[in-house]
């Protein structure tokens, strides 16, 4: 089946991890497959990774050079071992196909099932919503979705409840746009954030984010590549913080801070400063562009950094 979707940066991240034949590359976030076609294409093999049952559909036809693991990308070292592979990429968050598919829950545009999930196993949306004390709620709410009004929205949900749990996700955005006031012409839908904040719960996504990065400084050979598209802040400063203590910049201190030590030889060089965008062209023809950003960095032979912290 043919990708129902988009990928973004794409050119970029084959140019940051340079598949060829011969060479293994990790789909981390296989989806429908964007990545990996792009991968094979050049030659090289692929392993791709995903926890959603429903992408196994878009790998058919792949071929002999194609394997799809049905699990975490954080559990990609227990599957391929140590130096193993020659570039991993990872893009994070929901995919636009995952959207676009009301029974699945994650959009508040579309009726459907409060669920979330990406995976078939796990707490629902609507298992947090309808259980979760109100501090809870609240800290859920403005941790994962950097809402100010957090507990005004916490406690819109609580009192509704009380009288019915919630079951569908426009139930929900109609009590969050409440909470809020209503749209008054705001080019972002008011429940954004707070969607954002209950997906980002239910899958563990920062934690899986953060095992995904150990996980891929582990499998990477020497001179792999490992190349991240980010989404929101929350994810790139994950990412951020990674490149950036794993290539030794620590910052140099001043009169006022000690320099910081770090705390391993560097296991990876930065392929190039700070983060790349998608240029004009490509957030023009997919607006989903316009906030991703990609960080990639190169593996040294330096141990992994949690074998010798």
Known sequence: MSAPHTSVLLDEVIAALEPAPGKIIVDGTFGAGGYSRGFLETGASVVAFDRDPSARQFAEGLGDNFRLVDARFSEMAAELGERSVDGVALDLGVSSMQLDQAERGFSFMRDGPLDMRMGASGPTA?????TAEPAELARIIWLYGEERQSRRIAAFIMRRRV????????????????????????????ATRSFQAL??????????????????????KVGGRLA???????????VKAFFTTRAGKTPGGSRHLPPVEALAAPSFELLFNGARAAGEDETSANPRARSAKLRAGVRTAAPVWSDVA
Do not use: Y
């Open 126 to 130: 609507a298992d947090i919503v309808n």
């Open 163 to 190: 009288e019915q749990p919630f079951t569908r996700t426009l139930d929900l955005a109609e009590v969050i746009e409440r909470a809020l006031g209503g749209r008054r012409g705001a080019k972002v839908h008011p």
């Open 199 to 220: 997906r980002i719960a239910v899958n563990e996504e920062l934690s899986e984010l953060e095992a995904g990065l150990e996980a891929a400084e582990r499998v990477l």
């Open 228 to 238: 991240v598209v980010t989404f929101h802040s929350l994810e790139d400063r994950i």
